[in-house]
């Protein structure tokens, strides 16, 4: 098993990336890759789908506090990676997601960065509920370079202006930022989907937790909505060692908490990190690439 584990990893102890359909995945989820794809959704699965660093535990944290009605202690059951299984994720000889998935009692709450192409085929038809969160590019980038640098599960980011080409060009896990909101965009309007922006989250609340309190049909009175609210705040949420990750042993592959102290949790972070030729060519890059959607992000407040 340890040889097995061992070649899928470069001396660095840093697991490599494979690549499905043109995306780049890691090699641990690219070996699992046909169980994924027959993965058996139920029509009352809920879907939190996400790019990678769009705020997935945010929405993670306030559809669980919804769904147990606002009972922190009932929130407090498991970390929160336990209490969503992530269908696409491998890491042997842990259960992988699908493993997880398949043990855990419906209704279940799962979650994937898949992009739409490449989504097991039973979500669409078992007509799940989609719940995506959208954040803009630039601060994806940031937060996505930070968390490579800090986390021996994923790639060396490399340097930043060497990150920055990298991004640009999708050759990071779970592909092209640019294709993945527009495939998710284009996918709401023919499936039960809510799509929201994390930057409209961050600027109110309480109105995008509505939101999604109606979207899975779960009513709440005023004052558990404003416990929801202030429950998932991020300062609140840095110190849930059940949603910071915190709780999760340590181990050679893992050396950071969940909330690393370079975590900000804002819109805007990217200008302490893009230089002014790096924002003109990037949103060079970025009107071409967007040209054909209508979705739109606001980058900073
Ligand atoms: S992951 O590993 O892909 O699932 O990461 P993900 O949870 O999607 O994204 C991590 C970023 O989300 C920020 N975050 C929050 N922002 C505001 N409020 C709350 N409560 C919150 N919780 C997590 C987290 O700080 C990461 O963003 P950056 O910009 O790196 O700080």
């Not at 990336?17 to 009352?44: H, M």
């Not at 309190?213 to 909505?225: H, S």
């Not at 900000?264 to 990037?282: M, P, S």
Request: glycine share 6%; proline share 8%; charged share 25%.
């Amino acid at each position: 098993m340890a040889g097995e584990q061992g070649k899928d990893h470069k001396p660095e102890g840093r697991p490599e990336l494979g690549e499905v359909d043109g995306i780049l995945l890691p090699k641990a989820t690219c070996n699992e890759w046909s169980r994924i794809q027959s993965f058996q959704a139920k029509p009352d699965d809920l879907l939190i789908c996400t790019y990678p660093k769009a705020g997935t535990t945010w929405i993670q944290e306030i559809v669980d506090m919804i769904q147990q009605e606002g009972d922190l202690e009932k929130c407090q059951r498991a970390p929160v990676h336990q209490r969503h299984p992530f269908i696409e994720w491998a890491r042997p000889p842990q259960p992988s997601g699908v493993e997880q998935a398949d043990a855990m009692p419906s209704p279940r709450t799962l979650k994937t960065h898949l992009p739409v192409k490449l989504l097991p085929r039973s979500f669409w038809e078992q007509k799940c509920k989609f719940l995506y969160v959208a954040r803009n590019a630039k601060d994806c980038m940031v937060s996505y370079f930070h968390f490579q640098r800090m986390s021996k599960v994923v790639p060396d980011p490399g340097t930043w202006p060497e990150y920055f080409e990298t991004f640009m060009a999708g050759k990071v896990g779970w592909g092209p930022w640019y294709d993945h909101v527009k495939g998710w965009w284009k996918a709401k309007d023919s499936h039960h989907m809510l799509f929201l922006f994390y930057e409209d989250i961050k600027k109110n609340p309480k109105r995008e937790i509505q939101k999604v309190v109606q979207f899975l049909g779960k009513p709440l009175d005023e004052a558990t909505l404003d416990k929801i609210v202030h429950h998932t705040s991020f300062d609140v949420m840095k110190d849930n060692p059940m949603a910071n990750r915190a709780g999760v042993p340590a181990s050679p592959m893992r050396t950071f908490v969940y909330f690393p102290s370079c975590w900000k949790g804002t819109v805007g972070d990217w200008k302490n990190h893009f230089t002014v030729a790096q924002n003109e060519r990037f949103n060079e890059n970025y009107r071409r690439k967007m040209a054909d959607t209508t979705l739109t992000f606001s980058m900073e407040f």
